[in-house]
């Protein structure tokens, strides 16, 4: 809690985890769903194709589908920046997609 003027802000509340929760599992939802697979929505989802691409290209494509899915479907976060994880020998990438809270 912080007090400013006699003014009380709870910064860890009960609302601000739930709010938090629920923006994490909406992106969560988001960037871990194929396109085409959501019946009442097809746009929702990444492209497929982001597979069988180079990592350079993978990478490219994966950052820009996860900026504009998080943009278009969850408006109080936004893409703060994402980055690859890489195993050497099999080659698998692991995206770690770091969030940040608008304020709306």
Known sequence: MLVIDGIQIVLNGVYEIALRNEILDKCKFLLTMIKGTVPMNRNIGLDPDIIS???????QK????????????EPRAYVEEVQFEISGI???????????YNGE
Do not use: F, H
């Open 90 to 100: 099999s080659g698998k990438m692991i995206p770690k997609v770091v969030l940040a």
């Open 53 to 59: 691409q180079p990592s350079y290209i993978a990478q």
């Open 62 to 73: 994966y950052t820009m589908g996860a900026i504009e899915l998080i943009n278009e479907y």
